[in-house]
């Protein structure tokens, strides 16, 4: 008896040492979680960590285009067409805003004409751009002047500066990904949460109803009716709106797998203890929904989300390729790459019409995927026992 | 007394490269069994008894290093020979039944298919002797209608069925040696008898030699006519079924014959283990068991205890432990009397 | 019992697209004949009821479909005079497929020796170097890849003609460039389903059976390997016809993508509808002949629905 009491103290002290023990352990496993362990694990990869600091580049660089002292990207002037990269331009008069001039006007106007002149084009310019790029326009102005560099990498066959094309293409092109992608997010995880979470027989349906939009090849009703959007929406409504239809439109179409890659991890997590305990202390379904459930879902759309982008965006270029995508004067990468698919031919070969804008292109799509790849690795705790395992 | 050895094994040792650094999983090693018996392994996971097996078949991924000072099976020293070489005796002379026959049968082929894999590789069957000898194997197995089953997908099997039928191919190519890695945990305990009783069937038919992977120490105990019982990569106690279930002489082979439920005589609550098996990274000092002992002496936490024969013991039960149990439980017995 | 309840599947979807396709284009304001230059009145209206425009549109759908349904007819062209929408498809189509076909074959053929091979050497520098142009493959437009290989194979190195349809020749670049992405896409997806294979316990089983490692991986790995290809190769059909639109324009090639697109374009009804419905038509097919494949490898899998 008094042994195994004696015993049992010790036991005790023994469990009081080892729960210390547990307890320190614990904090130092909290420090680390899901999200810091990502981080990490994505920052161990120097591809994608090299791919995304590419990516914040272009992208700041895009937004800021119209900042930069470049030539309007679409300014036509035949007397400097097909210019290589580097070369000097025919004229160095810095005609920044007689954007549209007829190029023999330059001589006899009057100061005052010239000023008219001057302002009416730059209104007209930062009117094109919309509300955002007009009023960097204005700031660009009011710092660089009339001033514009030479045509860095060369002019394409109406005389436009391709660097300059390439950044404003890169801000529409990026735009598209971007928002088109959040379009599908917004609908799809909306979808895939509710139907994964209500489950039975509304998710039966619901389920049903994507498996039959999958098996209709939207992509060809899509370019069918961007044809006739083009035609109405040019009569009726300004170019914003069309092109945010577009976005309406392509995030539209990918919804669809969003929607089943979100159900099926609902539906994983809703029996899972936490999420059954919050039910059982009275969470409601919209509490539960948000509070447990979307942050558990976040890792696997955010891998998603970064592989639809360079989905969107290639579709983007593929239908602004086919001359059904965005519409001068706007640009778009995919249109300078149609652009210089045109103008390939056996007797001259401009070789900065391919090589820019499918760098611009292809690098940025290349580290999106990267970066999903990347993000994937980092966040698939399924993925990291395989590799532990190995 | 050699020549009756089907299997040799001395000083293995098998360690894993791995990010973290080396897993010595296997840490020499000495093992044989002989022809016509079947030996059983006892150990928890992580004891390296599964490991031990595959460095032996030659099936361990390329990140194990194995090293050992001799692997003889039936008169090849399998130090001597190559991947290629090594692949030509897997299945002819020794064959490996695994744990989960859900998962170890390939779900895409046929039964018959693979039974006929083995027969056509190893005995050079073709055609109508092919086929025949895929049903007789079946047969040989006790399973109904084989020649219908034959044509069947593993999926449209039961457990123990699969397991039969595992046995089937495995023994398909006549191997002197075949290694069963936890063959019965799988399964019903019904169907785990059978499973067991089949493999004794077949032994005593063609005095195949078996050796017994398991965690469950009632499994050797019908089965095996000696046991090694491994802990942390070693073999820990060494000795024939009746002498080791008798008289135990290892504190972890008696924590373990202490932990299991037994119905001939009450003992009140049954006794775990304490602690958890030692990290196989980072070894203590000493012998890897003393953490979890409570018989440990200083000596245990300095030196690792090698396997050696116990005075007063019958031949060949050899134990690795610094304290004479047999003489220490008397005394520790008469010591806590002794205490008010 | 599935085969005819997959049909009237397709026979739905089929359906389904015509309609939405129908009243898209009827329920948007101007028509085939409404250009730039002014039509007369009488001239715009005697064409209309040439064309059948003038009736209200569901006496329109309800003639369409019966045309479609009961003769297979998708009418006249609006725009390419004198061609029945038939006629055009009847042209098209062998075009289209064998440029599809051989671009499936080169996506197949490249991308599941490139997704073993990567396998097999996993971690080292081949399986890096061909995942590394896999990922290209598919972050890559068709069209940035037929630039370059067109500046290459046909500017530089004069070895292949630019565009246009005649003799084989014609067809390598386009089918490469056309193949390539999924090529790309069969070659991650072999690497992965090859790995998951190979970890799985009957691959030990196998070797424990003492099988050369050729025949461990191709009677014992590839099987389960390639189910993901198999299951992909549906999506894949779909992107390569729409891939083929893009490949078409740029090499010249007179098939079903130039016809759409033109048709698009145009506001060509019949002709896109007809595109729209054959499209359509084929990735259903193929997906069907996909579910069939599937358990003809998976011994697992039964068909229903």
């Known amino acids: ?390 | 007394m050699t020549t009756n050895r089907v299997l040799d094994v001395r000083g293995l040792h098998v360690s894993f490269r791995t990010q973290d650094g080396v897993v010595q999983a296997v840490r020499g090693v000495d093992l044989h069994v002989l022809r016509g018996e079947t030996l059983g392994i006892v150990g928890e996971s992580g004891s390296g008894k599964s490991v031990t097996q595959m460095a032996i078949m030659g099936l361990l991924p390329d990140t194990a290093e194995i090293r050992a000072d001799a692997i003889h099976l039936d008169g090849n020293d399998l130090l001597a020979h190559d991947a290629e070489a090594l692949r030509k005796l897997r299945g002819s002379h020794m064959s490996m039944i695994f744990q989960d026959p859900m998962t170890s049968l390939n779900p895409f082929l046929t039964l018959g298919t693979q039974i006929a894999e083995m027969l056509r590789l190893h005995r050079g069957l073709r055609g109508r002797a092919l086929r025949e000898a895929v049903v007789h194997a079946l047969a040989e197995v006790q399973i109904p209608k084989p020649a219908l089953r034959a044509e069947q997908y593993p999926h449209e099997f039961s457990g123990g069925m699969r397991q039969r039928a595992m046995i089937a191919m495995m023994l398909a190519g006549r191997p002197k040696l075949l290694i069963a890695d936890e063959p019965t945990t799988a399964l019903d305990v019904t169907v785990q008898a059978q499973i067991l009783e089949l493999l004794a069937v077949l032994q005593r038919e063609r005095g195949t030699s078996i050796v017994l992977i398991t965690h469950d120490l009632g499994v050797v105990a019908g089965s095996a006519q000696r046991v090694a019982v491994m802990y942390s990569g070693r073999v820990v106690e060494e000795a024939t079924t009746e002498a080791l279930f008798a008289h135990p002489s290892h504190p972890y082979t008696r924590g373990l014959l202490a932990s299991i439920p037994r119905l001939d005589h009450d003992e009140g609550a049954l006794q775990p283990i304490p602690g958890s098996p030692p990290d196989l990274e980072a070894l203590p000092a000493g012998c890897p068991f003393r953490p979890r002992c409570s018989h440990a002496v200083p000596r245990c936490s300095e030196e690792e205890p090698a396997l050696r024969s116990l005075p007063g013991h019958e031949a060949g039960h050899r134990a690795a432990c610094w304290v004479d149990l047999d003489a220490l439980s008397v005394s520790a017995v008469g010591e806590s009397r002794a205490q008010p | 019992m599935f085969l005819l309840r997959r049909l009237l599947w397709m026979a739905g979807t089929l359906w389904l697209v015509f309609t939405i396709s129908f009243f898209l284009m009827r329920g948007i304001p101007g028509g085939p004949f409404s250009s730039d230059q002014k039509t007369h009145p009488l001239i715009l209206e005697r064409l209309e009821r040439k064309y059948g425009l003038a009736e209200p549109v569901l006496v329109q759908y309800g003639r369409t479909l019966k045309d479609l349904v009961l003769h297979g007819d998708f009418g006249p062209s609006f725009k390419l005079l004198d061609y029945s929408v038939n006629d055009l498809l009847a042209q098209g189509l062998p075009r289209s497929l064998a440029l599809g076909a051989v671009a499936l074959l080169i996506a197949l053929g490249l991308g599941v020796t490139a997704g073993v091979v990567s396998a097999l050497r996993r971690g080292g520098l081949l399986d890096r170097s061909l995942m590394l142009l896999a990922t290209m493959g598919i972050a890559l437009p068709n069209f940035v890849i037929a630039s370059v290989l067109i500046l290459i194979f046909v500017i530089q190195i004069p070895l292949l003609p630019a565009a246009g349809w005649g003799s084989y020749r014609y067809l390598i670049l386009p089918a490469i460039c056309l193949g390539a992405p999924f090529a790309a896409y069969v070659a991650r997806l072999t690497r992965t389903g090859m790995l998951d294979v190979l970890g799985q316990d009957w691959i030990r089983t196998a070797r424990a059976k003492g099988l050369s490692d050729r025949r461990v991986v191709l009677t014992h790995a590839l099987r389960g390997g390639l189910l993901p290809v198999a299951s992909y190769l549906g999506p894949a059909v779909a992107g390569i016809l729409t891939g083929s639109l893009v490949i078409e324009k740029i090499f010249a090639i007179p098939g079903i993508g130039t016809y759409f697109v033109q048709s698009a374009l145009n506001r060509d009804y019949t002709l896109s509808m007809g595109c729209v419905l054959l499209y359509t038509a084929l990735v259903s097919s193929m997906n069907l002949l996909v579910d069939i494949s599937y358990t003809i490898l998976d011994p697992r899998v039964e068909l229903d629905g």
Not at chain 1, 328 to 343: E, F, N
């Open chain 1, 1 to 390: 008896m008094v042994e195994s009491a004696h015993v049992g103290r010790r036991a005790a002290v023994r469990d009081d040492r080892e729960l210390e023990r547990l307890l320190e352990e614990a904090a130092k496993v909290r420090g680390n979680t899901l999200w810091s362990d990502a981080r990490r694990r994505f920052r161990s990869s120097p591809v994608a960590r090299w791919s995304l600091r590419f990516l914040i580049l272009a992208f700041v660089v895009s937004f800021f285009a119209p900042l930069l002292p470049l030539a309007p990207h679409a300014r036509v002037r035949l007397s400097e067409k097909t210019l290589a990269p580097f070369a000097e331009p025919l004229r160095q008069d810095g005609l920044f805003f007689r954007h549209g001039w007829p190029e023999r006007f330059d001589g006899g106007a009057s100061e005052e004409d010239r000023d008219a002149l001057r302002r009416a084009a730059m209104d007209r310019l930062c009117a094109d751009a919309g509300v955002i790029a007009g009023a960097m326009i204005r700031v660009r102005a009011s710092i660089f002047g009339d001033f514009e560099l030479t045509p860095l990498v060369g002019t394409d066959v109406l005389g436009r500066c391709l660097l300059s094309r390439i950044l404003w293409g890169g801000r529409v092109s990026l735009m598209v990904g971007i928002v088109a992608t959040l379009v599908s997010l917004l609908i799809g995880v909306t979808y895939g949460a509710f139907s994964g979470y209500v489950g039975g027989r509304v998710d039966q349906y619901m389920m049903r109803f994507v498996d039959v939009l999958y098996s209709i090849p939207f992509i060809f009703i899509v370019i069918f009716l961007m044809t006739f959007l083009r035609a109405q929406q040019t009569a009726t409504t300004g170019r914003g709106d069309k092109i945010l239809v577009f976005f309406v439109i392509i995030g539209a179409i990918y919804w669809l797998t969003m929607a089943r890659v979100v159900r099926g991890q609902v539906l994983s997590l809703k029996h899972r203890e936490f999420v059954e305990a919050s039910k059982v202390l009275g969470g409601g379904t919209w509490h539960v929904l948000m509070r447990h459930v979307l942050p558990n879902v976040m890792s696997v759309v955010l891998v998603y989300l970064t592989l639809t982008i360079p989905r969107v965006m290639l579709f983007e270029a593929f239908l602004s390729f086919l001359g059904l995508g965005v519409e001068p004067p706007d640009v778009s990468w995919g249109m300078l790459a149609a652009d210089a698919l045109g103008a390939i031919n056996p007797l001259r070969v401009y070789w900065w019409f391919v090589l820019f804008p499918s760098l611009a292109l292809g690098s940025t799509l290349l580290a999106l995927n990267f970066v999903g790849d990347g993000l994937r690795d980092a966040l698939d705790p399924r993925l990291m026992e395989k590799r532990a395992r190995r």
